[in-house]
């Protein structure tokens, strides 16, 4: 069965019958199903034109044309969905269309990544809603505290315990020092998997050629993958999409170490990329929320214990895990869904008890030049150079100086975004600057426009904890190097300087 007849019998719905009266229309709204926009609604009144960067409803899809289709109203209260001659074309329940009749339910793809729903407006279902949503933010947060007080406990008791020794013996001192880097480490993950769980949209766009991708997942899953489980590899090359490179790593590592959980025993792991010509029958049924176009398919597939359907159900819950606490944040999955959909795509699996589980991921295929791989910190050359450090943590500061002094560089600290501009005004020489997005005085984003005007040329780097997509739009818009995620260890630290002080030593030669 080719792709195209399983989005006419699974995308489509029942269309409710065609409304009595145009007094009913007005009930009638718009839903961002898969987008930048994702969640949000827009009453349908006599006419509505969709298209990117419309005021009415901001869609952000380089597929979608500025006017890309417009929605009527009839007199007899139905709605006509009419395309505007856009460059991709118009869909409706997975079937191009010029000009058709929609109703409730109906599905409206757009571009690459930009699903509508026509739904009508329920006040309760809203008040249920927001119920739901308050009693997911309390689990959240007792997750969260839980996880982080365990680790926490972990770095207290043992810094606790070396002050208490009256003599530090080397090998006690390094075991302990790898305890807290250990739960460092950990704390550092859940933060980063609650980040790309809340953030809404791929970080770095680009070029990709899936295989890559999965190469580099399957190279993170070789650091805890036991010998008693083997690992198949069958993945097409030259299969494109655009995204994340990071993040979409981030999306088959944690399926992946998701399918290692169940397979304690030892087992089976196969990991294939395809061009999707059809949908797995065994997820056939469910109920995509997909863009229209080609499909890459990414398949996990496990020989474990598999799952319970009520396990399989609640799976991309945030913080539902069936392994016990320690073991893991119950994140995995709930951030792998929430990476996809930014990207346009979708998850489904499929498991039984003692059958194993399979995961497929659907992701839109892209066309253009793929990135080319990035040089590691192994094969270059000594660093030098000078750079700032503005960040009103002290223990921060010290903690890069320490790190970047060691790797050859000079530093020069600031405690605030004034006194970073203030060192640069006075002539003091940078090659780079290492801003943090969040100060008191003057934050990273006041500051860098000041230093945009000092140094236009000057390469740099935000580092900061979390930033809402809005913002990081409007960084990377003045041209900044990049932006560091923390915590970041010693090694993400010099890579990302690294390459920003040599990519800023090539434009100056070229």
């Known amino acids: 069965m080719a792709l195209h007849d399983i989005e006419l019998s699974t995308l489509s719905l029942r269309r409710t019958p065609v409304l009595d009266a145009v007094g009913v229309g007005s009930e009638l709204q718009l839903v961002v199903l898969l987008g930048n926009a994702v969640g949000q ?7 509505l034109v969709l298209g990117r960067g419309m005021p009415e409803l901001p869609i952000d899809d380089d597929g979608v044309s500025r006017r890309h289709a417009s929605i009527t109203a009839r007199g007899d209260g139905t709605f006509v969905l009419r395309d505007l001659g ?7 329940n997975g079937v191009r269309v010029q000009e058709v009749e929609i109703g409730v339910g109906d599905r409206i793809a757009m571009g690459g990544n930009t699903v509508l729903q026509l739904a009508l407006r329920d006040r309760f279902e809203e008040q249920r809603r927001g119920a739901q949503k308050l009693q997911a933010l309390g ?38 020092l790898a305890e807290v880097a250990e739960a460092a480490r950990r704390a550092g993950e859940l933060t980063h998997d609650l980040m790309a769980f809340a953030r809404s949209g791929p970080r770095v766009l680009e070029t990709l050629e899936l295989s890559r991708v999965v190469d580099g997942a399957v190279r993170i899953l070789s650091r805890t993958q036991p010998k008693s489980i083997a690992v198949d590899l069958a993945v097409q090359r030259d299969l494109r999409v655009r995204g994340d490179r990071a993040r979409l790593e981030q999306v088959v590592a944690n399926i992946g170490v998701n399918a290692i959980a169940a397979m304690p025993e030892g087992g089976r792991l196969r990991i294939a990329v395809s061009r999707c010509e059809a949908i797995p029958p065994e997820v056939a049924d469910e109920e995509f929320m997909l863009p229209a176009g080609d499909l890459a398919l990414l398949s996990v597939v496990d020989s474990g214990v598999g799952m319970e359907p009520e396990v399989r159900r609640r799976a991309f819950e945030p913080f539902f895990s ?3 606490r320690g073991a893991g944040t119950g994140l995995g999955l709930a951030t792998a869904m929430a990476i996809v959909r930014d990207h346009g795509g979708h998850i489904a699996i499929h498991s039984r008890p003692g059958h194993g589980t399979a995961v497929h991921v659907f992701l839109p295929l892209r066309s253009g030049n793929v990135q080319p791989e990035r040089r590691t910190l192994d094969d270059a050359a000594p660093l030098s150079g000078r750079v700032l450090v503005a960040d ?26 004034r006194a970073a501009v203030d060192a640069l005004a006075a002539g003091d020489r940078v090659d780079l600057v290492l801003l943090d997005l969040d100060m008191p005085v003057m934050d990273g984003e006041q500051a860098l426009g000041l230093i945009r005007q000092l140094r236009p040329a000057l390469p740099v780097l935000i580092s900061t904890g979390y930033v809402e997509r809005a913002r990081e739009e ?3 818009a003045t041209g900044i190097d990049g932006i560091l995620d923390k915590p970041y260890d010693s090694l993400t630290l ?3 300087v690294a390459t920003s002080l040599r990519d800023a030593e090539r434009r100056q030669q070229g």
């Open 41 to 47: 609604s827009l009453p349908l009144g006599s006419e």
């Open 322 to 324: 069936t392994r016990p």
């Open 392 to 417: 009103d943590e002290a223990l921060v500061r010290l903690a890069a100086r320490r790190v970047l002094e060691q790797a050859g560089l000079q530093v020069i600290e600031a405690a605030d975004g």
């Open 139 to 176: 689990e959240l947060a007792g997750g969260i505290a839980h996880d982080f007080n365990n680790l926490l406990g972990v770095v207290l008791a043992n810094v606790s315990h070396l002050q208490a020794l009256p003599h530090w013996n080397e090998t006690d001192a390094r075991r302990v």
């Open 494 to 496: 010099l890579r990302a």
């Open 86 to 92: 856009s460059r991709n074309g118009t869909y409706v």
């Open 474 to 476: 409007k960084l990377r």
